[in-house]
């Protein structure tokens, strides 16, 4: 069974930085390009940004392009996100998925982890 | 990068069918065939429907069912049932070398 459980998330200040874990199992992580989603309270999904299987090719929102860094670390079955100089904006569920093949679509998700940006 | 539109909301009868439509650009949808389809309940993670245009993983009802022409992709849920109450997302592949999400739309029982 496909499992995907997101962590790191918590209460910010702007301007400070936070490092978001999703740990996979159920699957062989290194065959997978693997994205993160998130969602503004109230608001639609936004798409953040995919890391390819191996790692060698990462894509990034325009929102987040230059602030967040996202890795993966095939030993562990681990995927990171690494997010600076938070704002506001960047109150969110965020949510880890698979990409399914070629990543036309995100097969399996997380149940999200909790970022809020508040002084 | 801007998001892909759809209606707000969609509504219809138990039984009936209704199509959410996905209105993109020549650098997304009407190029590439990386549109998928996502369904989220209230306070729910989303649920993939329907992947490259028209696929559906296992386990999701031939009642959904996706299509696409020229910059429009389009979901259709016929035989509607209450528990297909839910939000509803479109996706695609651009030329940018990014992904984008649609606007959403509540699909109304």
């Known amino acids: 069974e496909v499992q995907l459980l997101e962590s790191g998330g918590g209460l910010v200040q702007p301007g400070e930085s936070l490092r978001l874990s999703c740990a996979a199992s159920g699957f062989s992580f290194s065959d997978h390009a693997m994205t993160w989603v998130r969602q503004a309270p109230g608001k639609g999904l936004e798409w953040v940004s995919t890391?390819?299987?191996?790692?060698?090719?990462?894509l990034y929102g325009d929102s987040v392009r230059g602030r967040f860094t996202i890795s993966r670390d095939t030993s562990k079955n681990t995927l990171f996100l690494q997010m600076t100089s938070l704002t506001a904006e960047d109150t969110a569920v965020y949510y880890c998925?698979?990409?399914?093949?070629?990543?036309?679509?995100?097969?399996?998700w997380g149940q999200g982890t909790v970022v809020t940006v508040s002084s | 990068q801007s998001a892909l539109t759809q209606p707000p909301s969609v509504s219809g009868s138990p039984g009936q069918s209704v199509t959410i439509s996905c209105t993109g650009t020549?650098?997304?949808?009407?190029?590439?065939?990386?549109v998928s389809w996502y369904q989220q309940p209230p306070g729910a993670a989303p649920k993939l429907m329907i992947y490259g245009v028209s696929n559906r993983p296992s386990g999701v009802p031939d009642r959904f069912s996706g299509s696409k022409s020229g910059n429009t992709a389009s979901l259709t849920i016929s035989g509607l049932q209450a528990e297909d109450e839910a939000d509803y997302y479109c996706h695609s592949y651009t030329s940018s070398n990014t992904y984008v999400f649609g606007t959403g739309t509540k699909v109304i029982v």
């Open positions: 998925a698979k990409c399914g093949e070629n990543c036309g679509g995100l097969d399996f």
């Open positions: 020549s650098s997304d949808i009407g190029t590439y065939n990386r």
């Open positions: 890391i390819s299987n191996l790692g060698r090719t990462t």
